[in-house]
């Protein structure tokens, strides 16, 4: 199996769990957040939604320099807005892993302010290191958000607590 052929996979695989959790937001506790050194609902919600294009820009570029980044995050005020802006950045970043080659994979790629280098690593590791897992981490974080806040949440790799709850509310419905 090629490079880009493992990361499409799991891009897929996880791309769908994440989309089941922003389903499930509720756009007006945007402003909530768990603690004061926390994030903000909306701004989680809208870097987990943006993270796909670190993909796109990773495969298409060899650095990023924040010094003179000029990125305006937009919160979106309904769930639908959050959906379609992941779907359509998980879609962009399938099509820059499509194009990219196991060589692509393997190039240097700078993240720096200035003259200061932040990381370099070849391009599959920033992918591993400063998308997925970075992505998981903060979708890892959502879930405990939404749980604090009373949102069901779904399960991703079987069955959550309120998945569990709600099959036994059913099965006893009907009397079994």
Same mark, same amino acid.
Request: glycine share 6%; proline share 5%; net charge negative.
């Given at each position: *199996?090629? !490079?880009?052929?493992?990361? !499409?996979? %799991?891009?897929?695989?996880?791309?769908?769990? &994440?989309?089941?959790?922003?389903?499930?937001?509720?756009? %007006?506790?945007?402003?909530?957040?768990?603690?004061?050194?926390? +994030?903000?609902?909306?701004?989680?919600?809208?870097?987990?939604?943006?993270?796909?294009?670190? !993909? &796109?820009?990773? +495969?298409?570029?060899?650095?990023?320099?924040? $010094?003179? +980044?000029?990125?305006?995050?937009? !919160? $979106?005020?309904?769930?639908?807005?959050?959906? %379609?802006?992941? =779907?359509?950045?998980?879609?962009?970043?399938?099509?820059? #892993?499509?194009?990219?080659? =196991?060589?692509?994979?393997?190039?240097?790629?700078?993240?720096?302010?200035?003259? /200061?280098?932040?990381?370099? *690593?070849?391009?599959?590791?920033?992918?591993?290191? *400063?998308?997925?897992?970075?992505?998981? /981490?903060?979708?890892?974080? #959502?879930?405990?958000?939404?749980?604090?806040?009373?949102?069901?949440?779904?399960?991703?790799?079987?069955?959550?607590?309120?998945?569990? +709850?709600? *099959?036994?509310?059913?099965?006893? $419905?009907?009397?079994?």
């Amino acid at each position: *199996m090629s !490079i880009n052929q493992s990361f !499409i996979m %799991e891009l897929q695989h996880e791309a769908a769990n &994440t989309h089941k959790i922003l389903e499930r937001i509720p756009t %007006e506790k945007n402003d909530w957040k768990p603690h004061d050194k926390s +994030m903000k609902l909306g701004n989680l919600v809208t870097h987990i939604s943006d993270l796909p294009t670190w !993909i &796109t820009m990773i +495969m298409t570029t060899d650095e990023l320099d924040l $010094a003179s +980044m000029n990125y305006k995050p937009v !919160i $979106a005020t309904t769930t639908a807005q959050i959906t %379609e802006t992941f =779907d359509k950045n998980v879609k962009g970043a399938l099509a820059a #892993l499509e194009n990219g080659s =196991d060589e692509d994979f393997g190039k240097l790629w700078t993240l720096r302010r200035g003259d /200061h280098v932040i990381v370099a *690593m070849p391009k599959a590791a920033v992918l591993r290191s *400063m998308v997925l897992s970075h992505q998981y /981490h903060h979708r890892g974080q #959502l879930t405990v958000y939404l749980r604090l806040l009373d949102v069901p949440v779904p399960g991703l790799y079987g069955p959550s607590a309120d998945d569990i +709850m709600a *099959m036994a509310a059913a099965k006893e $419905a009907v009397g079994n």
